[in-house]
């Protein structure tokens, strides 16, 4: 069946280094591939996203690549800061369904 | 403008007794997901609303489990005869539209469902 693999599960660095997190799918089909970011006890909101014609997106410190071929697209933030500390999900979409990765604690560390 | 909304926040059950989560999307929005999401898990895709009809049900775990959709709007999902493997968060995600695939799925705050 459809299904995103998510590495690592937990990732800590310390501030102002980089992040970088990495996914896999299986469903060829998937065009849309966004990332979500949930704070303890908060909901999940959407970060950046990609669209399958395209390899590479920015927006300030964080940029997602993606490698249709291999299958597999990466979320990396740079110059990290304390508030990046959360769980980020990646998700492949088609249609209507997404299926999220199974999410990376990620701590910064002062 | 007003978020995607659930209720309760918190439910604590006991085993075997039936609950119902509500869910109240963005207005205006026609697409209504429902997730589960256990601890340490990632987000478990239950059901898929376009409308008031549900195209998309394989997520559901057992026929214990159901939701519908009344006026294009508030979505009920009931867990009928509990147990505590159905411990975890339930969110709730709503979408302008299910057509255009980047229209953004916006999150509820969840309900945290508890059986003892």
């Known amino acids: 069946g459809e299904n995103v693999e998510q590495h690592p599960s937990t990732l800590s660095v310390q501030e102002g280094d980089s992040a970088v997190i990495k996914c896999t799918y299986s469903?060829?089909?998937?065009?849309?591939f966004p990332w979500y970011k949930q704070e303890l006890g908060k909901r999940p909101q959407l970060i950046i996203d990609i669209r399958s014609n395209v390899g590479e997106k920015k927006d300030q410190r964080i940029a997602v690549t993606l490698n249709k071929t291999a299958k597999h697209f990466s979320l990396h933030i740079t110059e990290t800061q304390p508030e990046d500390s959360a769980v980020y999900f990646c998700?492949?979409?088609?249609?209507?369904?997404?299926?999220f990765g199974t999410g990376t604690r990620l701590k910064v560390l002062a | 403008g007003a978020g995607v909304s659930q209720s309760p926040s918190n439910k604590v059950t006991e085993k075997g007794k039936d609950v119902e989560l509500r869910c109240d999307p963005i207005?205006?929005?026609?697409?209504l997901y429902w997730y589960r999401q256990s601890l340490g898990q990632g987000l478990e895709f239950l059901i898929y609303?376009?409308?008031?009809?549900?195209?998309?049900k394989s997520g559901l775990p057992s026929d214990r489990f159901s939701a519908e959709r009344t006026g294009g709007s508030v979505s009920t999902l009931t867990i009928q005869r509990t147990q505590q493997e159905d411990s975890a968060v339930y969110l709730c995600?709503?979408?302008?539209?299910?057509?255009?695939?980047?229209?953004?799925?916006?999150f509820g705050p969840g309900t945290r469902l508890t059986v003892l």
């Open positions: 207005s205006g929005h026609t697409a």
């Open positions: 995600a709503s979408r302008r539209t299910s057509g255009v695939l980047t229209d953004t799925q916006y």
């Open positions: 609303f376009q409308g008031n009809s549900a195209p998309d």
């Open positions: 469903d060829s089909a998937s065009n849309y």
């Open positions: 998700a492949a979409g088609r249609t209507y369904k997404y299926i």
